[in-house]
């Protein structure tokens, strides 16, 4: 298979416009004749199915959940990035472009990459013109935080909450093309095959979740928006049905798989508590901004606060170990995902972890409450304010800021974070790998395209913080729904998609013994039990730190899971009816094979890049060591049977704007 | 800890339901309570806990698990997402119960939610509540005007965004003796009507929006604020009256 990214020629701040004007348009009134499904309705695809309607297109769009408002996107705290240098900071349309490329660690492409920087302030715009109600300041203007990897504020939030109220907006947007017909909604369904004609995905194959009943749909293209595969670890920040399936059905159509083991693993989340846990929690990595990290400096005090005999706020300034702020003096608190988590790791490896459990690190706010409490006491004019005065109005400060998270966390550890520092520890949380598109975000499936967390594109190997939303609503916004023309042109002439073919039968067969073939399993153990086993194997192999040996000691023993699975695996009730178990176990047979597939590549990679790091390859201080001159390139991967048999596939990254060098931090 | 639970169960939305005992053990303090429910249902799987209609596992909404998503939605109780404040089911601790209790767990009960199965409603209507006119007409382009040239009061910007926290779960209709959607309709008509992008629309859209609440089976308000005791996102009785306030005004300017 040969690959062409079709990039536009010419200078990368002219890509983009060059491109739009250059690409083929439909005119409105063919625009009517043509059929697009959309999977998914997080940000990506209820973005993009509103968009797509707008322009005259008809639309399907496709949720598991019972309402498209209750996508993934959702939970998204912390805010969202643009380059609006409203704070006056120095920030631009290439800083982004540029701390984009450098955080995700030189593994991604600048023309992609530079769109999205462009893109970015047209999604505010957006997004205010929709009534999203994002923070303002005193004056009425929008507020902005920084998030970690950059030394500018260009991220706009609406408290905690920010993923809520974008999706809010982009499911109005939906909900009013919903209301003209222009959009029809398929709740409580799943996708599960899709369909290509001469080669040309021309539908899908889903199922309703209420009745078990399979459905054929006809589509001139298909965007999948179906967001990232973290949950192949069972424990993530994802939500609970969030899955890989969608995209593993195109990979086995043909589409290729890109990056698979660059994951993200965030360093904020609330630690494990116990064998029952079903998710862990994300905490914002905006507390980053005011809260600092630290361990303890002595090993005894460490063992003494996880016997519970030492409290941490009974700990002198001199006896912590703020190691973040020792190890990297120019960004602190504020270094990239990926640097915060194996720093959290390396520590508790050596002894100096906290919690019952010793996997945790502190979250502290004591210095940010005086801080602000200070400079509060100094606004209101108050003279000679007490030092319960100060922490008063410093608590309230940080209450209006972080208000939402702090709650959060109470209700789930039982501990008061203004009183006592909080505890985190690195959770899977994102996946930069995803399917393989071009400039266009085609896959290499024609008409099937990919958007949002579902495709590889942006982030390279690492992704910097309010970059998911960000890269979200500008596919489905300002991307997909230009590009998506230029394959459609060749389609004004085609006519209804009928799924009376053969090739919609035989999608629909093969789901049919696939399902039968789980339902005749009847073995003794739950989706659940393997699912948990698959994350262990992935956690211990192909987490935080990966090793040659490790991984392919994975991979044989998720052939031996996979195959277990479909001998022993129980599953009750009946294919017709309501049956969660049943598309549980659907999921989970999928993330049995990439989970593979993302430890091949990783073993593939004799390289540390981002979230990717293989012990082989570090420095003697322990950072990552990339390897740009035989690893500068995507790896793509194209479906063979076994995940062990696929091939790989490269795509050359070349670098014509910015200078590869090593990532410093410090 | 070891529980009682009173689980509603019902194959399907034609069938008729019934309470069933189960009984479950090992509850630690840190579990959430749809972990509780993952374990009951583990056991009702393997065999360990007794299920003796052969009911399966039980049914139940969920996805997030941290608040935000909406979709959890169970009556604990006789409480919408059970004891406690500002909570959904899924934040809910098991630290919350005691040892030997007995818990009762059904599902939303409103005209306008018909149960699917178990604990899972149909809640759709929210969904056409919303196509009726919560949004503000305004298609994608790359040019709407820039985000800071219309600057918005923070307190305005600040009471829109507390109402816009809604996540749509219904617990507002599960806990009025009306099964009335007002709190749900006025959090999007107040969050539209306290920003100036949404006033070109603002008559039209609190009366498509209140008379699709109506056709979808919601009873009427009477005040009693149950609702936003136990909504989880603390949407303010505030929000009621400023949309019985948009209607009236919008029924003087249309009659005019
Ligand atoms: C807890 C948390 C906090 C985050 N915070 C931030 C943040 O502050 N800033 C930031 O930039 N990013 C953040 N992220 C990342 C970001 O939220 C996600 O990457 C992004 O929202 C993904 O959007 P999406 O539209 O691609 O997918 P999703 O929102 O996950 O939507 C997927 C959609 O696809 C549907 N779907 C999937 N498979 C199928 C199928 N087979 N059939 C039918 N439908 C299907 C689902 O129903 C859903 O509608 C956060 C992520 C998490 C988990
Ligand atoms: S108003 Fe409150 S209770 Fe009602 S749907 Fe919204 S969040 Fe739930
Ligand atoms: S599961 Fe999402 S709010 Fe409870």
């Not at chain 1, 369909?195 to 009943?213: M, P």
């Not at chain 2, 098991?94 to 809640?123: H, N, Q």
């Amino acid at each position: 298979m040969k690959l062409d990214s079709k990039i536009p020629e010419g200078p990368l701040d002219k890509k983009w416009t060059n491109h739009k004007s250059n690409i083929r348009l439909v005119n409105p009134a063919n625009k009517r004749n043509i059929d697009v499904i959309v999977i998914g309705t997080g940000l990506a695809g209820a973005s993009a199915s509103a968009s797509l309607a707008e322009m005259g297109y008809n639309v399907k769009a496709f949720c598991f959940q019972d309402s498209p408002r209750r996508a993934h996107s959702i939970a998204a705290q912390g805010g969202i990035n643009a380059a609006k240098n409203y704070q006056n900071d120095g920030d631009s349309v290439y800083r982004l472009f540029y701390d984009t490329v450098k955080g995700g660690d030189y593994r991604s492409r600048e023309a992609n990459v530079y769109r999205l920087a462009e893109v970015s302030t047209n999604i505010i715009d957006q997004c205010v013109a929709q009534g999203v109600p994002f923070a303002r300041d005193y004056g009425g203007l929008l507020d902005n935080r920084s998030f970690g990897g950059v030394q500018v504020s260009r991220t706009f939030y609406a408290k905690g909450q920010t993923g809520q109220q974008l999706l809010l907006g982009a499911y109005s947007a939906l909900s009013r093309q919903i209301s003209k017909g222009k959009v029809k909604l398929y709740n409580r369904h799943e996708m599960v095959e899709i369909v290509k004609v001469d080669g040309k995905a021309r539908g899908i194959i889903a199922k309703n979740l209420v009745t078990g009943e399979l459905e054929r749909h006809g589509a001139h293209a298909v965007v999948l928006a179906s967001g990232g595969y973290g949950n192949v670890f069972f424990l993530s920040t994802n939500a609970m049905g969030s899955n890989g399936s969608a995209a593993w059905k195109a990979h086995r159509q043909g589409a290729l798989f890109s990056n698979p083991c660059f994951t993200q693993i965030h360093p904020t989340c609330i630690p494990v508590s116990g064998t029952y846990q079903s998710k862990l929690t994300l905490m914002s990595e905006s507390l980053r901004n005011d809260g600092r990290i630290w361990v303890p400096k002595e090993k005894e005090d460490a063992e003494a606060i996880r016997q519970g005999k030492l409290k941490p706020t009974d700990l002198p300034e001199e006896k912590r170990d703020y190691y973040l702020e020792r190890r990297y003096p120019a960004f602190g608190n504020l270094v990239p995902r990926d640097v915060a988590s194996r720093a959290a790791k390396e520590r508790c490896d050596a002894g100096y972890g906290v919690n019952k459990t010793g996997q945790a690190v502190y979250l502290d706010f004591a210095s940010a409450i005086q801080r602000y409490g200070k400079e509060e006491a100094a606004v209101q004019g108050l003279k000679n304010p007490s030092a319960q005065e100060i922490t008063d109005l410093g608590k309230k400060v940080v209450a209006s800021k972080y208000g939402n998270l702090f709650q959060m966390y109470e209700k789930i550890t039982g501990d008061n974070p203004y009183q006592t520092p909080m505890m985190i520890f690195p959770a899977v949380h994102y996946t930069m790998g995803g399917l393989w598109v071009d400039y266009n975000l085609m896959t290499s499936v024609p008409g099937l395209f990919a958007t949002g967390e579902s495709n590889f594109s942006d982030h390279g190997a690492n992704r910097l913080g309010a970059s998911a939303l960000m890269q979200g609503l500008a596919d489905g916004y300002f991307v997909l729904p230009y590009t998506i023309g230029d394959y459609l042109a060749d389609d004004i002439r085609t006519g209804p998609i009928s799924t009376d073919s053969k090739e919609f039968e035989d999608a629909e067969n093969e789901i049919v013994e696939r399902t039968q073939k789980l339902m005749n399993a009847k073995g003794k153990h739950s989706v659940d039990e393997y699912h948990k086993k698959l994350g262990l194997i992935m956690w211990n192999e192909c987490g935080m730190s990966r090793n040659a040996e490790g991984l392919k000691k994975a991979m044989k023993e998720i052939q031996e899971l996979r195959a277990d699975f479909w001998e022993n695996v129980k599953i009750p009730g009946n294919i017709n009816e309501y049956n969660p178990e049943l598309d549980k176990a659907g999921r989970v047979a999928d993330f049995l094979e990439l989970g593979e597939l993302m430890c091949k590549d990783a073993l593939e990679r004799e390289e540390s890049a981002g979230g990717h790091f293989r012990e082989e390859h570090q420095t003697e201080e322990g950072e990552a060591k990339r390897d740009d001159e035989n690893y500068a390139f995507v790896s793509c991967w194209n479906y063979k049977g076994n995940p062990s048999d696929a091939e790989l596939i490269k795509e050359d990254l070349v670098f014509e704007n910015i200078e590869l060098k090593t990532r410093s931090y410090k | 800890m070891n529980l009682t639970l009173k689980v509603w169960r019902q194959q399907n939305a034609d069938s008729k339901g019934e309470m069933v005992t189960y009984k479950v053990s090992d509850i630690t303090p840190d579990m959430s309570f749809l972990e509780m429910i993952d374990v009951l249902n583990e056991g009702i799987l393997s065999g360990d806990i007794e299920d003796k209609q052969n009911y399966g596992p039980v049914a139940f909404d969920h996805d997030c698990r941290e608040g935000i998503c909406g979709m959890c939605s169970m009556y604990i109780n006789g409480e919408p997402h059970g004891p406690g404040r500002a909570v959904t089911t899924c934040q809910l601790h098991m630290r919350e119960f005691s040892d030997g209790e007995t818990i009762y767990i059904e599902p939303w009960r409103a005209k306008a939610f018909p149960i699917i199965k178990d604990l899972v409603t149909d809640r759709s209507a929210f969904d056409r509540i919303i196509q009726a006119g919560g949004y503000v007409s305004v298609n994608t382009s790359g040019n709407t005007q820039d985000a800071n040239a219309l600057p918005i009061p923070k307190e305005n910007a600040d009471a829109a965004f507390d109402a816009a926290t809604c996540i749509g779960c219904g617990a507002c209709v599960a806990a009025c003796k009306n099964s009335s959607a007002m709190l749900f309709t006025s959090a999007k008509v107040a969050q539209l009507s306290l920003l100036p992008q949404g006033e070109p629309e603002r008559e039209k859209r609190v009366m498509d929006m209140v008379k699709q609440m109506d056709e979808e089976g919601f009873g009427n308000c009477t005040n009693t604020g149950a609702c936003s005791v136990e909504c989880p996102k603390e949407i303010s009785l505030e929000n009621i009256a400023r949309m019985n306030r948009e209607f009236l005004r919008a029924n003087l300017t249309s009659s005019k």
